[in-house]
């Protein structure tokens, strides 16, 4: 009799385990349906009807489940998230569709020597945070002249998430310095916007852009409304090239072989986590890679920021938005929101 009620326990909590992993398929398969289907089916209604009806089949085999029918249960699951699988392979990523005005060009570029020419760089002149006057160009920078890599993070969603830019500083010992920001974006089509739930379900490509900073900083901090922080890295400068020369090499992967966007896995912050990672094999990975938030706490916890001072301090300093908000037309951006930031020492 005992060995009976063990039996029954056992086999209750197997029924348990099984219906909430098939009630995790039925979620799943909605992220995927609404945000895809989308696409097609530009009725909200026609949309949620067909997620009705899968829910409804969804929770019906759960229900057989538990009705001592579970060869039946398993097949009705089985079949239909077998199905919606198999669509859901069929979903690629693609470089051609019509895309918003400010990821409309991909970068790309090589590098011959020491003289890295690139392509479709950004400097758009901004006048609201959606509309601007549109500018691509082309670029050469002298890696012999690359002398600073800084952090941006730009706070749109609280203090937790935050969106990661690396910016690059050349230095001809006759003019002002030159900076170059990447930025590890979605490609929005036109009339899109972000939708963190979305980039679970494939609903953006990546991008990979490349631009001034009067461009890609002033947007955030004097018309978007986000609070940036600025951080000068402390780096080699033999690491300074590779890094420049990754994120080469990832723009030339993204115009060869498009790939999504993802949330957690494909993000600005984690795909310059795998470039530096190449460059310096051993850094330990962290939660706050996706509380992205934190990643300058991060960062400093690997003694990479500058000093001396304390990271409160740091933070203070960092903070660009009123100096961005204060610098003039004609104004050397850069230089402006650099007033006071703590500069790493230059390494060999």
Not at 186 to 212: H, M, N, W
């Amino acid at each position: 009799m005992n060995d009976m009620r063990i039996a029954g326990f056992f086999f209750a909590i197997t029924k348990l385990i099984a219906s909430l992993l098939m009630l995790a398929g039925v979620v799943w398969a909605c992220g995927a349906l609404w945000f895809q289907l989308a696409q097609t089916v530009k009725s909200g209604s026609a949309r949620g009807l067909i997620l009705g009806v899968w829910v409804g089949f969804g929770l019906y085999s759960i229900y057989l489940l538990w009705q001592q029918r579970v060869p039946k249960g398993l097949l009705v699951y089985g079949v239909l998230l077998g199905a919606i699988l198999v669509w859901w392979s069929t979903i690629h990523p693609s470089n051609t569709r019509r895309w918003a005005p400010d990821v409309a060009q991909q970068l790309s570029g090589s590098i011959s020597g020491d003289i890295a020419t690139l392509h479709n760089v950004r400097n758009f002149d901004w006048q609201t945070a959606t509309r601007a006057t549109p500018r691509w160009e082309d670029r050469s920078y002298d890696l012999n002249q690359l002398v600073s890599v800084d952090m941006a993070t730009s706070y749109w969603m609280g203090p937790a998430i935050a969106h990661t830019l690396v910016s690059f500083g050349f230095d001809d010992g006759k003019g002002p310095r030159r900076y170059l920001t990447f930025s590890v974006e979605i490609r929005k089509e036109a009339g899109e916007s972000f939708s963190a739930i979305g980039g679970f379900f494939k609903q953006f490509e990546l991008s990979l852009v490349a631009a001034e900073e009067r461009d890609i900083l002033r947007v955030r901090s004097n018309l978007r409304g986000e609070e940036v922080y600025l951080y000068s890295i402390q780096m080699p400068r033999a690491a300074m090239r590779s890094l420049f020369a990754a994120y080469v090499d990832k723009a030339n992967a993204l115009v060869e072989t498009p790939a999504f966007y993802h949330t957690v896995f494909a993000n600005c912050t984690t795909i310059v986590f795998d470039m530096v990672r190449s460059i310096v094999p051993g850094l330990p990975l962290d939660w706050r890679l996706l509380a992205s938030g934190y990643l300058p706490q991060y960062v400093d916890s690997l003694g990479a920021l500058a000093r001396p001072h304390d990271f409160e301090a740091l933070r203070s300093a960092a903070h660009i938005n009123d100096r961005a908000r204060a610098t003039l037309p004609g104004e050397d951006f850069s230089a402006a929101i650099r007033k006071g930031v703590p500069q790493a020492p230059a390494l060999p």
